[in-house]
């Protein structure tokens, strides 16, 4: 399985970097464009200190609604998400991590026990496997069995992307969800780009072309994408900025769903009825859609499926109107998807990092 892109990752990612600070771009520095609720925040500020050290991520995929589920996250590096989520989801919950360095798979395993104990947990709830986001069923990770899977940052360092998405899209159950950040390209990066080792270990040789990314989740199955935040990403090495020309980067947190086939869709009348926690007010669904508690507003056919399908079910009175869904007759316009644009309306741009304090040219060797 291990390909001459995965050789390089795992040296970038497992031996060159020790801490965020050492990476060339402030991927791992971008704002969300909405406050994290406080149970994310208090979650986060219980993880031990050297796994958030070594946190490579560029964004902070935490959805909502999280207690009691079973969650996988492809490319868990030091663990630090993994940890924050293993409070999210409760004693009754389980996450799962997944990583093919196995330098960072041993230092996220040494600290199972100390957020056991700093949660007052009977048992773990957090575990950890060496293994290939393409080849999730032979690491242990069984189809129709994950409710959400999450990812920061890591399928743009991923060479078959299509098949990472396929997987995904395998073990969730029916209803579930994939919640992740990632790197973007404004435009579709050549291939000399991707050979380079230092561009792809710092997610630009890999990012994918934003509209490309849209199609290629609806070939694999997944719902429309739902783009939840966006931000401009600055590349601090003067020689990568160079290299990389005319292309821009953005990470990008989108969520997809696993629909149930062949189910009838139709547009509907949706009321939120502010029970997740957190979100006792207004539930921001995504950019597009803001679910204002005891207020009925019309959506289309998909998102009324998503809702009817997934664990938000309970949350949402649901009136499914008569009159069939005609938006399949139509050309899809995805402009509202583009996380340039969002990153751009939302003046979505970190402009100091502590990154830009260290600018060493990494130079891996070429054998």
Known sequence: MTTEVHENVQKYYGTRLE??????????????????????????????????????????????????CRILDLGSGSGRDCYALSKLVGESGHVTGI???????????????????????????????????EKL???????????????????????????????????????????????????????????????????????????????????????????VSASHIMVHNCELKKKAGDINYASGTYRLFKLPQNTSKANAMVTYKGTVPDYPNQLDFDSSHCFKKDEAIQVDAEMALVLQCSRFIPDFSIQVLDRPDESHNLTPQYCHLNPFCLADNLGSTVKQCSKQASQKAFRPDHR
């Open 19 to 68: 801490s965020s600070c050492d990476l060339q771009t402030n991927a791992a520095c971008t704002l969300p464009c909405r406050p994290l609720p406080k149970s994310a925040v208090n979650a986060l500020a219980l993880v031990h200190p050297e796994v958030t050290k070594r946190f490579f991520g560029c964004g902070l995929p935490v959805p909502e609604k999280l207690e009691g």
């Open 99 to 133: 990583d093919m360095t196995e330098n960072l798979i041993l230092a996220s395993q040494k600290y199972i026990q100390h957020h056991q104990e700093k949660f007052g947990y009977a048992n773990p709830n957090t575990s950890f496997v060496k293994g290939y986001m």
């Open 137 to 227: 069923g032979e690491a242990g990770i069984q189809k129709d069995t994950i409710d959400i899977i999450v990812s920061n940052c890591v399928i743009c360092l991923c060479p078959d992307k299509k098949t990472v998405l396929q997987e995904a899209y395998n073990v969730l159950k029916d209803g579930g969800e994939m919640y992740f950040s990632d790197m973007y390209a404004s435009k579709v990066v050549p291939d000399l780009l991707k050979k380079d080792p230092v561009l792809w270990g710092e997610g630009m040789g890999g990012s994918l072309f934003w509209q490309d990314f849209i199609s290629l989740v609806q070939e694999v199955g997944f719902s429309t994408p739902y783009l």
